[in-house]
Nanobody
Framework: VQLQASGGGLVQTGGSLRLSCAAS????????MGWFRQTPGKERLFVAT????????YYADSVQGRFTISRDNAKNTVYLQMNSLKPEDTAVYYC????????????????WGQGTQVTVSS
């Protein structure tokens, strides 16, 4: 199983980025998907999750209304559209795959991507 995250970069406050996570080696539509983020010395924190069929999505309060998670099961890819970015959104973003419909806890995920750095300048 491989999850390849991409799309990170440097953006100014108020800007937007779209992260992608391409999955291989698994039946993508059988997995809930999620995005987490981590800053140095801190634990990995939940950002957003989407169910297998994309019928349900959940967000951390800190990103609700600014971020949108979506998936394309035909392309084996999950996305995270990030708008109105703030300096506190700066982190390494990780995508994960869970056997569950969706997951809001790190321990619920079986597979992780390598992470992509997002830096928001003030």
């Amino acid at each position: 199983v491989q999850l390849q995250a991409s799309g990170g970069g440097l953006v100014q406050t108020g800007g937007s980025l779209r992260l992608s996570c391409a999955a291989s080696g698994l039946t993508f539509s059988n997995y809930g998907m999620g995005w987490f983020r981590q800053t140095p010395g801190k634990e990995r924190l939940f950002v957003a999750t989407i169910s297998r069929s994309a019928s349900s999505t959940y967000y951390a309060d800190s990103v609700q209304g600014r971020f949108t998670i979506s998936r394309d099961n035909a392309k084996n890819t999950v996305y995270l559209q990030m708008n109105s970015l703030k300096p506190e959104d700066t982190a390494v973003y990780y995508c994960g795959a869970t056997y569950l419909q969706y997951g809001i806890y790190e321990a619920q995920y079986q597979y992780w991507g390598q992470g992509t750095q997002v830096t928001v300048s003030s």
